[in-house]
């Protein structure tokens, strides 16, 4: 199933950087954010059993599909953070050079584990 802008703003509410469900599923109440961290330290969401990136799910919804050789760039570097106007499109280039600048950059043994 391919997500589309339309799926992400009938399934979810955004909220200050949340997706909040909007009906019943799976046993989450509306207004409640089922989350979870995968193993780089981002949020994830479930829509129709594939799981989601919640960053790119924001940006895809209310700025557009992520244009060719671009990625989800945090402003702050904190992953966790998905407000809107923490996210934008840019290159892979653009955000490693963030990612120093942030202090999040992961090298060595501290990438490993």
Avoid at 33 to 48: A, N
Avoid at 87 to 94: A, F, G, K, V
Wanted: aromatic share 6%; proline share 2%.
């Amino acid at each position: 199933m391919e997500i589309t802008q339309k799926l992400v703003r009938d399934l979810f509410i955004y909220e200050d950087g949340l997706l909040l469900h909007r009906k019943i599923r799976g046993g989450m109440r509306p207004g409640k954010m089922h989350v979870g961290s995968e193993s780089g330290g981002y949020l994830k969401t479930t829509v129709h059993k594939k799981q989601f990136l919640v960053h790119r799910l924001v940006l895809e919804s209310f700025v557009g599909l992520c244009p060719n050789n671009m990625e989800c760039c945090h402003n702050d570097g904190d992953k966790l953070n998905c407000k809107l106007e923490n996210l934008r499109w840019d290159t892979r280039s653009n955000n490693s050079l963030d990612k120093r600048k942030h202090g999040t950059w992961q090298i060595g043994e501290k990438a490993d584990g």
